[in-house]
């Protein structure tokens, strides 16, 4: 089946650095990528859509310039967490969907932890 | 904008019990797709059953059959002769045609006793 991977799993970072997390499609392209955060016995909330080879679209309410997205090719998309914050700290999940399988749900990775100190 | 509501924080049962999910959601769609994924403790996120709007049938996939109620807006989860591997949090979620977003609900956490 479908395999999303994603790195690293878990990181620590100081306050006032940028870390980045790769989130890959392994047997599948995928057009379109989803980051999601998600806070400790709470329900994951999107953040952006990552498209390749454009622009990503944010929620409302999510800082552009803090979460960049790159989505280069059709198996990967990175989310850097710049100027990370301890308020950044959080589960960070990615998910993919096929191309032409869109409708049968979407693949998540394992999900990052961040922890900034 | 589209919401999902899983009235149910936290259930337990007793192995090889019936337990009943419930969710509902919100959307001035007629064409969607709802998913009830499960997170166990190890956080990854999976598929459980996926249900198309247009089907009247019910899905079921093994274990696992939802009462899709789409009038009502409803779409409940049963899981038959539940297994301690069961054990997870349980999330219901809506899918519009439109953007493809899959928007989450709050979640259960469900508690399988041995």
């Known amino acids: 089946g479908a395999v999303v991977s994603q790195h690293p799993s878990r990181v620590i970072c100081k306050s006032g650095t940028s870390v980045k997390i790769e989130c890959r499609s392994l047997?599948?392209?995928?057009?379109?990528m989803f980051w999601y955060r998600q806070f400790p016995k709470q329900s994951l909330m999107l953040m952006a859509t990552?498209?390749?080879?454009?622009?990503?679209?944010?929620e409302q309410g999510v800082e552009k310039d803090k979460f960049l997205i790159n989505h280069a090719s059709l198996t990967l998309s990175t989310l850097t967490v710049t100027s990370a914050h301890p308020e950044d700290s959080s589960f960070y999940i990615c998910?993919?969907?096929?191309?032409?399988?869109?409708?049968?749900?979407?693949?998540f990775g394992s999900g990052t932890r961040l922890t900034v100190v | 904008a589209q919401t999902v509501t899983q009235s149910q924080p936290e259930m337990s049962v007793q192995e090889a019990e019936t337990v009943t999910l419930s969710c509902t959601y919100d959307?001035?769609?007629?064409?969607?797709?709802l998913f009830w994924y499960k997170q166990p403790p190890s956080r990854q996120m999976i598929l459980v059953i996926r249900?198309?709007?247009?089907?009247?049938q019910n899905a079921t996939e093994n274990r696992f059959s939802v009462n899709f109620q789409k009038a009502a807006k409803s779409f409940s989860l049963k899981i038959s002769d539940s297994q301690l591997g069961d054990t997870a949090m349980y999330f219901c979620?809506?899918?519009?045609?439109?953007?493809?977003?899959?928007?989450f609900g709050k979640g259960t956490r469900l508690h399988i006793l041995p």
């Open positions: 249900q198309e709007a247009y089907k009247q």
């Open positions: 998910s993919a969907r096929e191309v032409g399988r869109q409708n049968y749900g979407y693949t």
């Open positions: 979620a809506f899918m519009n045609h439109l953007d493809d977003k899959i928007i």
């Open positions: 047997d599948f392209q995928a057009t379109t």
């Open positions: 990552s498209n390749e080879g454009s622009k990503a679209t944010y």
């Open positions: 959307t001035s769609e007629s064409n969607y797709y």
